[in-house]
């Protein structure tokens, strides 16, 4: 059956179906004849020459194969096209994965894009990339953040499709699409100490460019390169046993990938877990052994007075800042109207010396009038 864009079927000599591939790809094998259309719908492979067996499997091959990228953070900038501050940075980490995935090194770089403070969406990009058209493609990364506990962040990636690597980027004149990475809009494949694998498919247009990029606002997120989903095939699960309960996801710039003063840091969900020793992370086969944390137990059930008094001086000060905004907003209001006055003032002032000039200047003329009269 077709898949993907992939509607010519592809037969052997005797007219057994091997695969199917794309109109433009069936052209092209035609074209070097390496096959020949039996329909519009349908081409055989070519059986001249020694080489059939192999061209053959090479063929299913090609039509097997999946086209990954990754991202290199090296090749990433701030979209010049979106005006505005862009929060980003670029640093090295001990790799996650280092010692578990045999690929992975010991280092990996990052890119780190957005912050928790309210500046406005940052966006990034690496640029325009030359794909072929017509082809199914994979981009892959390793995701840690991207979420806040208000529940109010931008976390996405976008893939633009464009015929010019030099066209105007403005959305109601391109082809592009949106992927939201939070809230688990879109599940990932793996889960490893607050890193998240997703593996987001994507099929090229008739356009001869594409662009990737992120948007963060309200809560940063960062991204390292990844490989093929077999690469992570005997990687273990390792989600967060608190992800129910917490408001946002594990990020990097908390030293324990929460804030240690919220009601959902760690010490406080292993206090509320009432376990002796903290919870035991549930392991394959573990959910009816004795002394595991039950992660099913409802949030009201594990509140306990703390922790409804760390959640209201939460509140209290984000009262605290939101008063502390209006005041600053005050304080500028009130700079503005000092400002208008002083201007005002100038400018009654410039007004009246053009008054006095004006009529020392009628005078004047005055003056000369009558004294030609005179004469």
Same mark, same amino acid.
């Given at each position: 059956?077709?898949?993907?864009?992939?509607?010519?079927?592809?037969?052997?000599?005797?007219?057994?179906?091997?695969?199917?591939?794309?109109?433009?790809?069936?052209?092209?094998?035609?074209?070097?004849?390496?096959?020949? @259309?039996?329909?519009?719908?349908?081409?055989?492979?070519?059986?001249?020459?020694?080489? +059939?067996?192999?061209?053959?499997?090479?063929?299913?091959?090609?039509?097997?194969?999946?086209?990954?990228?990754?991202?290199?953070?090296?090749? !990433?900038?701030?979209?010049?096209?979106?005006?505005?501050?862009?929060? !980003?940075?670029?640093?090295?980490?001990?790799?996650?994965? %280092? &010692? =578990?995935?045999?690929?992975?090194?010991?280092? %990996?770089? =990052?890119?780190?894009? &957005?912050?928790?403070?309210?500046? &406005?969406?940052?966006?990034?990009?690496?640029?325009?990339?030359?794909?072929?058209?017509?082809?199914?493609?994979?981009?892959?990364?390793?995701?840690?953040?991207?979420?806040?506990?208000?529940?109010?962040?931008?976390?996405?990636?976008?893939?633009?499709?464009?015929?010019?690597?030099?066209?105007?980027?403005?959305?109601?004149?391109?082809? +592009?699409?949106?992927?939201?990475?939070?809230?688990?809009?879109?599940?990932?494949?793996?889960?490893?100490? &607050?890193?998240? +694998?997703?593996?987001?498919? @994507?099929?090229?247009?008739?356009?001869?460019?594409?662009? @990737?990029?992120? =948007?963060?606002?309200? *809560?940063?997120? *960062?991204?390292?390169? *990844?490989?093929?989903?077999?690469?992570?095939?005997?990687?273990?699960?390792? $989600?967060?046993?608190?992800?129910?309960?917490?408001?946002?996801?594990?990020?990097?710039?908390?030293?324990?990938?929460?804030?240690?003063?919220? !009601?959902?840091?760690? %010490?406080?969900?292993?206090?509320?877990?009432?376990?002796?020793?903290?919870?035991?992370?549930?392991? $394959?086969?573990?959910?009816?052994?004795?002394?595991?944390?039950?992660?099913?137990?409802?949030?009201?059930?594990?509140?306990?007075?703390?922790?409804?008094?760390?959640?209201?001086?939460?509140?209290?000060?984000?009262?605290?800042? #939101?008063?502390?905004?209006?005041?600053?907003?005050?304080?500028?209001?009130?700079? #503005?109207?000092?400002?208008?006055?002083?201007?005002?003032?100038? @400018?009654?002032?410039?007004?009246?010396?053009?008054?006095?000039?004006?009529?020392?200047? *009628?005078?004047?003329?005055?003056?000369?009038?009558?004294?030609?009269?005179?004469?």
């Amino acid at each position: 059956m077709e898949k993907n864009g992939q509607t010519v079927r592809v037969v052997d000599e005797q007219g057994t179906v091997i695969g199917y591939t794309y109109p433009k790809r069936a052209k092209g094998l035609v074209k070097s004849c390496r096959a020949a @259309f039996v329909t519009d719908q349908e081409i055989r492979l070519c059986t001249k020459g020694p080489t +059939y067996e192999y061209m053959e499997d090479n063929e299913m091959d090609e039509l097997k194969k999946t086209n990954y990228i990754t991202i290199n953070p090296r090749e !990433w900038f701030p979209c010049p096209d979106i005006k505005g501050t862009h929060v !980003w940075d670029r640093f090295a980490i001990s790799h996650p994965l %280092a &010692g =578990v995935a045999a690929s992975a090194p010991s280092m %990996a770089e =990052v890119l780190s894009v &957005g912050t928790f403070d309210w500046k &406005g969406p940052s966006h990034m990009t690496n640029g325009c990339l030359q794909l072929e058209q017509g082809q199914e493609y994979h981009l892959v990364f390793w995701l840690n953040g991207g979420e806040n506990d208000r529940s109010d962040e931008t976390c996405m990636l976008q893939i633009f499709s464009v015929a010019d690597e030099n066209s105007d980027f403005a959305m109601e004149y391109v082809d +592009y699409m949106n992927y939201r990475l939070n809230r688990n809009y879109i599940k990932p494949l793996k889960k490893y100490r &607050g890193w998240e +694998y997703y593996d987001i498919p @994507f099929t090229t247009s008739e356009a001869t460019y594409v662009q @990737f990029r992120f =948007v963060a606002e309200k *809560a940063p997120m *960062a991204i390292i390169a *990844a490989e093929g989903p077999e690469a992570y095939a005997d990687l273990a699960d390792m $989600p967060d046993p608190f992800e129910d309960r917490r408001p946002q996801r594990h990020n990097i710039f908390f030293q324990d990938g929460w804030p240690t003063d919220k !009601w959902y840091s760690t %010490a406080n969900l292993t206090h509320a877990a009432s376990i002796p020793n903290g919870p035991t992370p549930p392991q $394959p086969g573990d959910s009816n052994r004795p002394g595991v944390l039950n992660l099913e137990m409802p949030l009201s059930m594990s509140m306990d007075s703390d922790q409804w008094e760390d959640r209201l001086d939460d509140f209290e000060d984000r009262m605290d800042d #939101f008063e502390d905004q209006a005041d600053t907003f005050e304080e500028q209001m009130e700079a #503005f109207g000092e400002q208008m006055e002083n201007r005002m003032e100038a @400018f009654s002032s410039r007004m009246e010396e053009l008054g006095r000039r004006m009529e020392a200047m *009628a005078t004047e003329i005055e003056k000369r009038v009558n004294s030609m009269l005179g004469q």
